[in-house]
């Protein structure tokens, strides 16, 4: 029987809620599509992640976790890129305070590096590449942005890991200072996943497999979804 539900392949429960509330009440040829996290049907099963890019960090998980599960297989990469510290953290955005790496610290740390900058100059972006891959194939990737600036102190109690620093100009809030609502129809994640959606939709409608049917690399399929510069 071919497996109808969806795995979305990460650790991270911040994300966990971020995406399952972004692809909530999508159908798939005419049944709500069920997504199962990791815990629920892969405990236990970790992989490391080497890659210089969000991208090859994103294909290999997902192509990791699509080697072991029979149906549509969904992970991503994201993190923070600062301007002034050339685009660091970047893909080590998780692990910035490493050895014992946790969120207060990866935000103390950043806000130390930045301490002499001038406001302007703290021009800062998140990246999500989002893949999704099936059986060992990519099917498709999406990539989201947002631009914003890092605040001189953090602010605000939702969301996770930097989201208390990065303040969004459009919105004059921090992204932890925004309903989980709010900051998933502007942020990175949310504009990787709204392509996702689109890209879902589309499939099921498709006879043959949908869009990317033929084209199982995904280079077809990759699609970008910039913001627009900060004011
Ligand atoms: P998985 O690999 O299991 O998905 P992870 O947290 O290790 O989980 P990443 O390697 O992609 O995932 O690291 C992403 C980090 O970037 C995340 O832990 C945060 O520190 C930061 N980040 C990404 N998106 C964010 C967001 O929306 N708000 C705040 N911080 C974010």
Redesign the pocket.
């Known amino acids: 029987m071919t497996e109808r539900r969806l795995l979305l392949?990460?650790?991270?429960p911040?994300?966990v809620r971020?995406i399952r509330r972004a692809l909530q009440g999508l159908s798939i040829d005419g049944a709500l599509l069920e997504i199962v996290g990791?815990p629920d049907v892969l405990p236990g099963l970790a992989?490391a992640?080497r890659g210089r890019t969000?991208e090859q960090?994103?294909r290999a998980?997902s192509l990791f976790y699509s080697r072991r599960w029979p149906g549509l297989t969904l992970?991503?990469?994201?993190?923070?890129e600062i301007e002034s510290l050339d685009g660091a953290?970047g893909?080590r955005?998780?692990?910035?305070s490493a050895p014992r790496p946790s969120?207060g610290k990866?935000i103390r740390k950043v806000l130390r590096l930045l301490k002499d900058i001038p406001a302007p100059a703290r021009r800062a972006r998140?990246v999500?590449v989002m893949v999704l891959a099936e059986r060992g194939r990519v099917v498709a990737e999406f990539r989201g942005e947002v631009r914003g600036r890092i605040a001189t102190a953090p602010r605000g109690e939702s969301?996770?890991?930097?989201?208390p620093i990065?303040y969004y100009p459009h919105l004059r809030r921090t992204?932890?200072e925004l309903p989980s609502e709010v900051?998933n129809a502007v942020?990175?994640?949310g504009r990787a996943a709204a392509r996702l959606r689109r890209f879902l939709e589309k499939k099921k409608k498709a006879p043959s497999g949908g869009p990317a049917a033929g084209r199982p690399d995904g280079a077809s399929a990759l699609t970008s979804a910039r913001s627009r510069p900060p004011r």
């Open positions: 392949a990460t650790g991270n911040g994300k971020e990791l992989h992640e969000f960090n994103a998980k992970a991503e990469d994201s993190g923070l953290p893909v955005s998780a692990r910035f969120d990866n998140f999500c969301g996770f890991g930097y989201d990065f992204f932890a900051k942020s990175h994640r």
